[in-house]
Protein backbone atom coordinates (compact mmCIF):
# COMPACT_ATOMS: atom_id res chain seq x y z
CA UNK A 1 0.00 0.00 0.00
CA UNK A 2 1.20 3.65 -0.87
CA UNK A 3 1.68 5.63 1.96
CA UNK A 4 -0.39 8.16 0.57
CA UNK A 5 -3.12 5.37 0.61
CA UNK A 6 -2.20 4.52 3.88
CA UNK A 7 -2.52 8.08 5.75
CA UNK A 8 -5.96 8.74 3.90
CA UNK A 9 -7.40 5.30 5.76
CA UNK A 10 -6.04 6.36 9.20
CA UNK A 11 -7.74 9.56 8.72
CA UNK A 12 -10.97 8.43 7.53
CA UNK A 13 -11.17 5.98 10.53
CA UNK A 14 -10.71 8.59 12.99
CA UNK A 15 -13.45 10.64 11.53
CA UNK A 16 -15.81 7.12 12.05
CA UNK A 17 -15.16 6.97 15.33
CA UNK A 18 -15.96 10.47 15.84
CA UNK A 19 -19.32 10.33 13.85
CA UNK A 20 -19.88 7.31 15.70
CA UNK A 21 -19.72 9.16 19.16
CA UNK A 22 -21.61 11.98 17.87
CA UNK A 23 -24.50 9.76 16.72
CA UNK A 24 -24.39 7.66 19.82
CA UNK A 25 -24.70 10.58 22.34
CA UNK A 26 -27.98 12.44 19.73
CA UNK A 27 -29.44 9.28 19.97
CA UNK A 28 -28.99 8.07 23.52
CA UNK A 29 -29.46 11.40 25.23
CA UNK A 30 -32.60 13.12 26.56
CA UNK A 31 -31.56 16.52 24.87
CA UNK A 32 -35.09 18.13 26.39
CA UNK A 33 -33.69 17.07 29.49
CA UNK A 34 -30.63 18.62 29.13
CA UNK A 35 -32.10 21.84 27.98
CA UNK A 36 -34.88 21.69 30.98
CA UNK A 37 -32.02 21.09 32.99
CA UNK A 38 -29.43 23.77 31.78
CA UNK A 39 -31.55 26.52 30.32
CA UNK A 40 -35.05 26.76 32.11
CA UNK A 41 -36.34 30.76 31.38
CA UNK A 42 -37.58 32.29 34.32
CA UNK A 43 -34.81 32.87 37.01
CA UNK A 44 -37.11 35.57 38.49
CA UNK A 45 -37.52 39.50 38.70
CA UNK A 46 -34.22 39.64 41.11
CA UNK A 47 -31.81 37.48 39.63
CA UNK A 48 -30.12 40.36 37.21
CA UNK A 49 -29.91 42.49 40.32
CA UNK A 50 -28.45 39.79 42.23
CA UNK A 51 -25.96 38.23 39.50
CA UNK A 52 -24.28 41.76 38.93
CA UNK A 53 -24.02 41.93 42.54
CA UNK A 54 -22.35 38.87 42.56
CA UNK A 55 -20.09 39.70 39.08
CA UNK A 56 -19.10 43.29 41.23
CA UNK A 57 -18.43 41.04 44.77
CA UNK A 58 -16.49 38.65 42.45
CA UNK A 59 -14.61 41.24 41.10
CA UNK A 60 -13.99 43.14 44.57
CA UNK A 61 -12.39 39.67 45.94
CA UNK A 62 -9.74 39.27 43.04
CA UNK A 63 -8.37 42.42 43.01
CA UNK A 64 -8.21 42.84 46.57
CA UNK A 65 -6.83 39.22 46.93
CA UNK A 66 -4.51 40.01 43.69
CA UNK A 67 -2.94 43.59 45.31
CA UNK A 68 -2.90 42.32 49.10
CA UNK A 69 -1.18 39.23 48.16
CA UNK A 70 1.41 40.55 45.49
CA UNK A 71 2.57 42.63 48.60
CA UNK A 72 2.50 39.81 50.88
CA UNK A 73 4.52 37.94 47.83
CA UNK A 74 6.90 40.80 47.33
CA UNK A 75 7.70 40.40 50.77
CA UNK A 76 8.11 37.03 50.80
CA UNK A 77 10.21 37.19 47.49
CA UNK A 78 12.54 39.52 49.39
CA UNK A 79 12.79 37.06 52.62
CA UNK A 80 13.56 34.45 50.31
CA UNK A 81 16.62 36.35 48.47
CA UNK A 82 17.69 37.87 52.01
CA UNK A 83 21.13 37.40 53.52
CA UNK A 84 19.75 36.25 57.14
CA UNK A 85 18.93 33.02 57.05
CA UNK A 86 15.76 33.04 59.65
CA UNK A 87 14.45 35.08 56.93
CA UNK A 88 15.40 32.34 54.04
CA UNK A 89 13.70 30.05 56.46
CA UNK A 90 10.72 31.68 57.45
CA UNK A 91 9.48 32.52 53.80
CA UNK A 92 10.37 28.90 52.74
CA UNK A 93 8.22 27.56 55.36
CA UNK A 94 5.09 30.09 54.75
CA UNK A 95 5.65 29.31 50.96
CA UNK A 96 5.71 25.07 51.32
CA UNK A 97 2.99 25.47 53.68
CA UNK A 98 0.17 27.63 51.94
CA UNK A 99 1.16 25.90 48.31
CA UNK A 100 1.00 22.17 50.28
CA UNK A 101 -2.35 23.08 51.42
CA UNK A 102 -5.72 23.10 49.67
CA UNK A 103 -6.90 26.83 49.39
CA UNK A 104 -10.55 25.61 50.61
CA UNK A 105 -8.96 24.59 53.90
CA UNK A 106 -7.27 27.94 54.70
CA UNK A 107 -10.19 29.80 54.06
CA UNK A 108 -12.09 28.20 56.09
CA UNK A 109 -9.51 27.97 59.08
CA UNK A 110 -9.67 32.06 58.52
CA UNK A 111 -13.43 32.43 58.16
CA UNK A 112 -14.11 29.82 61.20
CA UNK A 113 -11.39 28.49 63.60
CA UNK A 114 -8.64 31.25 63.60
CA UNK A 115 -11.60 34.27 64.64
CA UNK A 116 -12.27 32.07 67.67
CA UNK A 117 -8.92 31.16 68.61
CA UNK A 118 -7.69 34.67 68.82
CA UNK A 119 -10.64 36.66 69.27
CA UNK A 120 -10.67 38.28 66.36
CA UNK A 121 -12.73 40.23 64.10
CA UNK A 122 -11.91 40.35 60.37
CA UNK A 123 -12.96 43.19 58.86
CA UNK A 124 -16.32 42.32 56.75
CA UNK A 125 -17.25 39.52 59.08
CA UNK A 126 -17.26 35.63 58.06
CA UNK A 127 -16.35 36.40 53.85
CA UNK A 128 -13.80 39.44 54.29
CA UNK A 129 -11.90 36.37 56.83
CA UNK A 130 -12.45 34.45 53.69
CA UNK A 131 -10.88 36.90 51.37
CA UNK A 132 -7.58 37.15 54.22
CA UNK A 133 -7.47 33.36 53.16
CA UNK A 134 -7.15 33.68 49.61
CA UNK A 135 -4.70 36.41 50.02
CA UNK A 136 -2.37 34.11 52.19
CA UNK A 137 -2.94 31.32 49.38
CA UNK A 138 -2.36 33.68 46.56
CA UNK A 139 0.67 35.20 48.74
CA UNK A 140 2.23 31.93 48.39
CA UNK A 141 1.86 31.46 44.68
CA UNK A 142 2.77 34.45 43.46
CA UNK A 143 5.97 34.87 46.04
CA UNK A 144 7.76 32.13 43.71
CA UNK A 145 6.62 33.46 40.16
CA UNK A 146 8.66 37.04 42.12
CA UNK A 147 11.48 35.50 43.35
CA UNK A 148 11.83 34.13 39.92
CA UNK A 149 11.94 37.48 38.49
CA UNK A 150 13.50 39.31 40.66
CA UNK A 151 16.73 36.37 40.12
CA UNK A 152 15.92 36.73 35.94
CA UNK A 153 17.29 40.79 36.17
CA UNK A 154 21.17 40.73 35.38
CA UNK A 155 23.37 41.08 37.82
CA UNK A 156 24.99 43.76 35.77
CA UNK A 157 22.15 45.83 36.63
CA UNK A 158 22.58 45.63 40.28
CA UNK A 159 26.94 46.03 39.77
CA UNK A 160 25.56 49.34 38.47
CA UNK A 161 23.54 51.17 40.71
CA UNK A 162 25.99 49.94 43.04
CA UNK A 163 28.40 51.43 41.47
CA UNK A 164 26.91 54.69 41.33
CA UNK A 165 26.21 54.56 45.47
CA UNK A 166 22.73 53.51 45.43
CA UNK A 167 22.42 51.51 48.48
CA UNK A 168 20.64 48.25 48.88
CA UNK A 169 17.22 49.48 49.03
CA UNK A 170 17.80 52.43 46.36
CA UNK A 171 18.77 49.76 43.85
CA UNK A 172 15.97 47.38 44.76
CA UNK A 173 13.06 50.05 44.09
CA UNK A 174 14.35 51.87 41.19
CA UNK A 175 16.42 49.12 39.04
CA UNK A 176 15.63 45.84 40.04
CA UNK A 177 11.51 45.50 41.48
CA UNK A 178 10.40 47.08 38.28
CA UNK A 179 12.97 45.22 35.73
CA UNK A 180 11.37 42.31 37.85
CA UNK A 181 7.64 43.07 37.16
CA UNK A 182 8.17 43.25 33.58
CA UNK A 183 9.68 39.67 33.43
CA UNK A 184 6.53 38.63 35.15
CA UNK A 185 3.72 40.13 33.87
CA UNK A 186 2.79 37.41 31.70
CA UNK A 187 2.73 34.44 34.61
CA UNK A 188 1.37 37.18 36.72
CA UNK A 189 -1.81 37.52 34.60
CA UNK A 190 -2.01 33.94 34.81
CA UNK A 191 -2.26 34.10 38.38
CA UNK A 192 -4.67 37.11 38.39
CA UNK A 193 -7.01 34.37 35.87
CA UNK A 194 -6.59 31.72 38.59
CA UNK A 195 -7.92 34.34 41.33
CA UNK A 196 -10.73 34.97 39.41
CA UNK A 197 -11.94 31.35 40.03
CA UNK A 198 -10.12 30.81 43.40
CA UNK A 199 -12.72 33.82 44.62
CA UNK A 200 -15.80 30.87 43.72
CA UNK A 201 -14.05 28.73 46.86
CA UNK A 202 -15.58 31.80 49.28
CA UNK A 203 -19.03 30.67 48.23
CA UNK A 204 -18.70 28.12 50.96
CA UNK A 205 -18.59 30.53 54.14
CA UNK A 206 -21.36 31.82 53.87
CA UNK A 207 -21.65 35.93 53.34
CA UNK A 208 -24.63 38.32 54.12
CA UNK A 209 -26.67 38.58 50.67
CA UNK A 210 -24.85 42.10 49.24
CA UNK A 211 -21.34 40.15 50.08
CA UNK A 212 -22.30 36.93 47.98
CA UNK A 213 -20.06 36.23 44.59
CA UNK A 214 -20.96 35.10 41.55
CA UNK A 215 -20.98 31.20 42.39
CA UNK A 216 -22.61 31.95 46.06
CA UNK A 217 -25.91 33.66 44.31
CA UNK A 218 -26.04 30.78 41.29
CA UNK A 219 -25.99 28.43 44.13
CA UNK A 220 -28.90 30.27 45.84
CA UNK A 221 -31.11 30.09 42.66
CA UNK A 222 -30.77 26.69 42.60
CA UNK A 223 -32.98 25.34 45.14
CA UNK A 224 -35.51 29.00 44.76
CA UNK A 225 -38.07 30.01 42.03
CA UNK A 226 -39.72 28.67 38.99
CA UNK A 227 -35.76 27.15 37.85
CA UNK A 228 -35.43 25.45 41.47
CA UNK A 229 -34.36 22.09 40.72
CA UNK A 230 -32.52 22.84 37.79
CA UNK A 231 -28.76 24.10 36.66
CA UNK A 232 -29.67 27.12 34.98
CA UNK A 233 -27.86 29.92 37.41
CA UNK A 234 -25.04 27.51 37.58
CA UNK A 235 -24.96 27.43 33.52
CA UNK A 236 -25.38 31.10 33.24
CA UNK A 237 -22.74 31.81 35.75
CA UNK A 238 -20.54 29.52 34.39
CA UNK A 239 -21.12 31.45 30.79
CA UNK A 240 -20.37 34.92 33.00
CA UNK A 241 -17.20 33.28 33.95
CA UNK A 242 -15.62 32.83 31.08
CA UNK A 243 -16.96 35.93 29.46
CA UNK A 244 -14.07 37.26 31.89
CA UNK A 245 -11.70 34.66 31.92
CA UNK A 246 -10.90 33.94 28.35
CA UNK A 247 -9.75 37.03 26.66
CA UNK A 248 -7.56 37.39 30.21
CA UNK A 249 -5.69 34.11 29.02
CA UNK A 250 -5.74 35.15 25.26
CA UNK A 251 -3.94 37.96 26.85
CA UNK A 252 -1.69 36.11 28.61
CA UNK A 253 -0.86 34.37 25.74
CA UNK A 254 -0.28 37.22 23.77
CA UNK A 255 1.88 39.00 26.77
CA UNK A 256 4.11 35.78 26.15
CA UNK A 257 4.71 36.16 22.59
CA UNK A 258 5.83 39.66 22.82
CA UNK A 259 7.74 38.86 25.04
CA UNK A 260 9.81 36.37 23.76
CA UNK A 261 9.82 38.47 20.28
CA UNK A 262 11.47 41.05 22.37
CA UNK A 263 14.72 39.05 23.76
CA UNK B 1 55.88 57.82 49.02
CA UNK B 2 54.88 60.91 47.18
CA UNK B 3 53.65 64.05 48.85
CA UNK B 4 50.09 64.04 48.23
CA UNK B 5 47.51 61.26 48.67
CA UNK B 6 47.27 58.09 46.05
CA UNK B 7 44.16 58.35 44.19
CA UNK B 8 44.29 54.44 44.57
CA UNK B 9 46.68 52.70 46.87
CA UNK B 10 46.77 48.56 46.53
CA UNK B 11 48.64 46.48 48.88
CA UNK B 12 49.08 42.97 49.32
CA UNK B 13 45.87 42.05 47.64
CA UNK B 14 44.51 38.28 47.60
CA UNK B 15 41.37 37.13 46.19
CA UNK B 16 40.08 33.88 45.88
CA UNK B 17 37.09 32.07 44.16
CA UNK B 18 36.55 29.26 46.15
CA UNK B 19 39.69 27.48 46.38
CA UNK B 20 41.03 29.42 43.07
CA UNK B 21 43.40 32.03 43.93
CA UNK B 22 42.71 34.79 41.35
CA UNK B 23 44.67 37.88 42.66
CA UNK B 24 48.22 36.62 44.00
CA UNK B 25 49.36 39.68 45.95
CA UNK B 26 49.16 42.70 44.19
CA UNK B 27 51.19 46.02 45.16
CA UNK B 28 50.10 49.00 42.89
CA UNK B 29 49.31 52.70 42.70
CA UNK B 30 47.14 54.93 40.68
CA UNK B 31 48.28 58.94 41.37
CA UNK B 32 45.64 61.50 40.92
CA UNK B 33 45.54 62.60 37.30
CA UNK B 34 47.31 59.76 35.83
CA UNK B 35 46.03 57.30 33.35
CA UNK B 36 46.67 53.85 33.77
CA UNK B 37 46.33 50.61 31.83
CA UNK B 38 45.83 47.60 32.68
CA UNK B 39 46.33 44.92 30.04
CA UNK B 40 47.44 41.20 30.24
CA UNK B 41 45.43 37.72 29.06
CA UNK B 42 41.96 36.70 29.67
CA UNK B 43 41.93 35.41 33.24
CA UNK B 44 45.26 37.33 34.64
CA UNK B 45 42.78 38.59 37.20
CA UNK B 46 43.07 42.59 35.55
CA UNK B 47 39.17 42.57 35.72
CA UNK B 48 38.87 41.05 39.06
CA UNK B 49 41.75 43.69 40.25
CA UNK B 50 39.46 46.52 39.05
CA UNK B 51 36.54 45.50 40.52
CA UNK B 52 37.68 45.06 43.99
CA UNK B 53 38.80 49.09 43.86
CA UNK B 54 35.05 49.62 44.37
CA UNK B 55 34.36 46.42 46.04
CA UNK B 56 31.68 45.06 43.75
CA UNK B 57 34.45 42.03 44.52
CA UNK B 58 35.24 41.42 48.19
CA UNK B 59 39.33 41.27 48.50
CA UNK B 60 39.89 38.05 50.78
CA UNK B 61 43.06 39.68 52.44
CA UNK B 62 45.34 42.76 51.47
CA UNK B 63 44.40 46.98 51.76
CA UNK B 64 42.98 49.24 49.39
CA UNK B 65 42.63 52.76 50.14
CA UNK B 66 41.17 55.25 47.50
CA UNK B 67 41.92 58.76 48.20
CA UNK B 68 43.45 57.52 51.75
CA UNK B 69 40.29 55.84 52.56
CA UNK B 70 40.39 52.35 53.17
CA UNK B 71 37.58 50.46 51.73
CA UNK B 72 38.40 47.29 52.60
CA UNK B 73 37.20 48.44 56.51
CA UNK B 74 33.88 47.17 57.37
CA UNK B 75 33.28 50.92 59.08
CA UNK B 76 33.51 53.05 55.27
CA UNK B 77 30.61 54.25 54.22
CA UNK B 78 31.15 51.97 50.88
CA UNK B 79 28.20 54.14 48.86
CA UNK B 80 29.48 57.13 49.64
CA UNK B 81 33.23 56.35 48.42
CA UNK B 82 31.67 55.03 45.24
CA UNK B 83 30.02 58.26 44.23
CA UNK B 84 33.55 59.06 44.07
CA UNK B 85 34.39 56.57 41.71
CA UNK B 86 32.92 56.38 38.45
CA UNK B 87 32.78 52.36 36.48
CA UNK B 88 32.39 51.57 32.91
CA UNK B 89 30.87 48.27 32.42
CA UNK B 90 32.30 45.97 28.78
CA UNK B 91 28.23 45.35 28.71
CA UNK B 92 27.30 48.71 29.75
CA UNK B 93 23.98 47.85 31.90
CA UNK B 94 22.52 50.92 31.57
CA UNK B 95 18.54 50.45 33.07
CA UNK B 96 16.42 48.93 30.07
CA UNK B 97 13.48 50.48 31.53
CA UNK B 98 14.67 54.26 32.20
CA UNK B 99 15.28 56.98 29.02
CA UNK B 100 18.87 58.10 28.75
CA UNK B 101 18.13 60.94 30.81
CA UNK B 102 16.64 59.27 33.42
CA UNK B 103 19.47 56.82 33.62
CA UNK B 104 21.88 59.78 34.23
CA UNK B 105 19.30 61.43 36.65
CA UNK B 106 18.10 58.47 39.28
CA UNK B 107 21.70 58.08 41.10
CA UNK B 108 21.82 62.08 41.40
CA UNK B 109 18.75 62.04 42.82
CA UNK B 110 18.51 59.40 45.07
CA UNK B 111 22.02 59.50 46.28
CA UNK B 112 23.50 62.96 45.94
CA UNK B 113 20.27 64.08 46.50
CA UNK B 114 19.94 66.53 44.01
CA UNK B 115 16.77 68.75 42.98
CA UNK B 116 15.32 67.25 39.71
CA UNK B 117 16.61 70.44 37.91
CA UNK B 118 19.67 70.36 38.61
CA UNK B 119 19.99 66.85 38.22
CA UNK B 120 18.41 67.44 34.63
CA UNK B 121 21.02 70.07 34.08
CA UNK B 122 23.76 68.05 35.14
CA UNK B 123 22.59 64.76 32.93
CA UNK B 124 22.68 67.20 30.06
CA UNK B 125 25.98 68.46 30.16
CA UNK B 126 27.48 65.03 30.32
CA UNK B 127 25.04 64.16 27.42
CA UNK B 128 26.37 66.87 25.65
CA UNK B 129 30.38 66.30 26.21
CA UNK B 130 29.45 62.57 25.04
CA UNK B 131 27.82 64.20 21.60
CA UNK B 132 24.40 62.63 22.50
CA UNK B 133 21.92 65.50 23.67
CA UNK B 134 19.31 64.25 21.04
CA UNK B 135 19.42 61.11 22.41
CA UNK B 136 18.21 61.90 26.11
CA UNK B 137 14.56 60.64 25.56
CA UNK B 138 15.77 57.51 24.02
CA UNK B 139 15.54 54.55 25.54
CA UNK B 140 19.06 51.97 25.61
CA UNK B 141 17.57 49.16 23.40
CA UNK B 142 16.88 51.87 20.38
CA UNK B 143 21.19 52.96 20.91
CA UNK B 144 24.03 51.92 19.18
CA UNK B 145 26.49 49.46 21.30
CA UNK B 146 28.76 52.63 20.68
CA UNK B 147 26.06 55.05 21.93
CA UNK B 148 25.20 52.81 24.63
CA UNK B 149 28.82 52.95 26.31
CA UNK B 150 28.97 56.77 26.05
CA UNK B 151 25.46 57.51 27.81
CA UNK B 152 26.85 54.90 30.29
CA UNK B 153 29.95 56.95 30.75
CA UNK B 154 27.67 60.13 30.92
CA UNK B 155 25.76 58.53 33.83
CA UNK B 156 28.78 57.85 35.79
CA UNK B 157 30.59 61.54 35.33
CA UNK B 158 26.85 63.00 36.21
CA UNK B 159 27.97 61.69 39.97
CA UNK B 160 30.97 64.30 39.70
CA UNK B 161 33.87 61.45 40.30
CA UNK B 162 36.99 61.80 41.06
CA UNK B 163 38.29 59.08 39.18
CA UNK B 164 37.12 56.51 36.27
CA UNK B 165 37.38 52.72 36.15
CA UNK B 166 37.12 51.20 32.82
CA UNK B 167 36.50 47.76 32.34
CA UNK B 168 37.02 46.62 28.79
CA UNK B 169 34.57 49.46 27.68
CA UNK B 170 35.43 48.92 24.01
CA UNK B 171 35.06 44.98 23.98
CA UNK B 172 31.63 44.08 23.43
CA UNK B 173 31.50 46.72 20.63
CA UNK B 174 31.30 46.30 16.67
CA UNK B 175 34.77 47.48 15.48
CA UNK B 176 33.66 50.59 13.39
CA UNK B 177 32.04 52.16 17.22
CA UNK B 178 35.62 51.71 19.34
CA UNK B 179 36.63 55.06 18.05
CA UNK B 180 34.07 57.09 19.43
CA UNK B 181 34.37 55.62 23.07
CA UNK B 182 38.20 55.86 22.62
CA UNK B 183 37.48 59.36 21.88
CA UNK B 184 35.66 60.43 25.01
CA UNK B 185 38.50 58.35 27.33
CA UNK B 186 41.08 60.45 25.43
CA UNK B 187 38.92 63.48 26.25
CA UNK B 188 38.62 63.15 29.88
CA UNK B 189 42.39 62.05 30.31
CA UNK B 190 43.23 65.50 28.63
CA UNK B 191 40.64 67.08 31.55
CA UNK B 192 43.00 65.63 34.05
CA UNK B 193 40.35 62.57 35.10
CA UNK B 194 41.83 59.69 36.99
CA UNK B 195 41.67 56.83 34.87
CA UNK B 196 42.43 52.99 35.36
CA UNK B 197 41.52 51.01 32.01
CA UNK B 198 40.80 47.39 31.97
CA UNK B 199 41.71 47.53 27.97
CA UNK B 200 42.89 45.39 24.83
CA UNK B 201 43.26 48.46 23.04
CA UNK B 202 47.69 49.37 23.13
CA UNK B 203 47.33 51.99 20.56
CA UNK B 204 45.17 53.68 23.82
CA UNK B 205 47.41 52.65 26.10
CA UNK B 206 49.97 54.04 24.10
CA UNK B 207 48.55 57.58 23.07
CA UNK B 208 47.08 58.17 25.96
CA UNK B 209 48.37 56.09 29.58
CA UNK B 210 50.75 57.54 32.07
CA UNK B 211 51.52 53.90 33.09
CA UNK B 212 51.12 50.51 31.75
CA UNK B 213 50.43 47.15 33.58
CA UNK B 214 51.01 43.82 32.42
CA UNK B 215 49.48 41.33 34.26
CA UNK B 216 49.28 37.50 34.02
CA UNK B 217 48.41 34.72 36.46
CA UNK B 218 47.21 36.91 39.33
CA UNK B 219 50.44 39.19 39.25
CA UNK B 220 51.68 42.17 38.40
CA UNK B 221 54.38 40.60 35.47
CA UNK B 222 55.92 44.30 34.46
CA UNK B 223 54.73 47.99 34.56
CA UNK B 224 56.38 51.37 33.71
CA UNK B 225 55.71 53.89 30.86
CA UNK B 226 53.69 52.49 27.87
CA UNK B 227 55.69 53.47 25.11
CA UNK B 228 58.86 51.62 26.78
CA UNK B 229 56.86 48.59 27.96
CA UNK B 230 55.00 47.84 24.47
CA UNK B 231 58.38 49.03 22.30
CA UNK B 232 60.92 46.74 24.91
CA UNK B 233 59.31 44.17 27.17
CA UNK B 234 61.84 43.20 29.53
CA UNK B 235 60.06 40.18 30.67
CA UNK B 236 59.17 36.99 28.63
CA UNK B 237 55.27 36.73 29.60
CA UNK B 238 54.90 40.38 28.41
CA UNK B 239 56.78 40.06 25.19
CA UNK B 240 55.19 36.82 24.70
CA UNK B 241 51.48 38.31 25.13
CA UNK B 242 52.76 41.15 23.56
CA UNK B 243 53.65 39.53 19.77
CA UNK B 244 49.93 37.78 19.98
CA UNK B 245 48.12 40.97 20.47
CA UNK B 246 50.65 43.45 18.25
Redesign the interface.
Same mark, same amino acid.
Given at each position: MRRSTKRYLRQGGLYAVLAAVVIFLAVSVDWGNVHRNFWTPGLGDNWHDLILTGVKNTAIYTVISFALGLALALLLALMKLSDVLVYRWIATVYIELFRGLPALITILFMAFAVPIAFQWHAPGGTAGAGVIGLVMVAGAYMAETLRAGLQAV?K? &?T?????????PV?THV??II? &?AF?IIIPPLTNEFVLLIKDTSLLSIVGAAVGQRELTNVSRDFLSSGSTAGTGTSLAQAALLYLIITLPLTRLVAWLEKRQQRAR | MSAMTAAIHVSKLHKYFGKNEVLKGIDFQVDPGQVVCVVGPSGSGKSTLLRCV *?R /?EEPTSGQILVEGIDITDPETDL??V??R?? =?V?Q?F *? /????MTVLQNLC??QR???KRSKAEAIEVARRNLAKVGLSEKEGAFPAHLSGGQQQRV?IA??LS =?DPDMMLFDEPTSALDPELVGDVLDIMKQLAAEGMTMMVVTHEMGFAREVGDKLVFMDGGVIVEEGDPREVLANPRHERTQAFLSKVL
Amino acid at each position: MRRSTKRYLRQGGLYAVLAAVVIFLAVSVDWGNVHRNFWTPGLGDNWHDLILTGVKNTAIYTVISFALGLALALLLALMKLSDVLVYRWIATVYIELFRGLPALITILFMAFAVPIAFQWHAPGGTAGAGVIGLVMVAGAYMAETLRAGLQAVPKG &QTEAARSLGMGPVATHVHVIIP &QAFRIIIPPLTNEFVLLIKDTSLLSIVGAAVGQRELTNVSRDFLSSGSTAGTGTSLAQAALLYLIITLPLTRLVAWLEKRQQRAR | MSAMTAAIHVSKLHKYFGKNEVLKGIDFQVDPGQVVCVVGPSGSGKSTLLRCV *NR /LEEPTSGQILVEGIDITDPETDLDSVRTRIG =MVFQQF *N /LFPHMTVLQNLCIAQRTVKKRSKAEAIEVARRNLAKVGLSEKEGAFPAHLSGGQQQRVAIARALS =MDPDMMLFDEPTSALDPELVGDVLDIMKQLAAEGMTMMVVTHEMGFAREVGDKLVFMDGGVIVEEGDPREVLANPRHERTQAFLSKVL
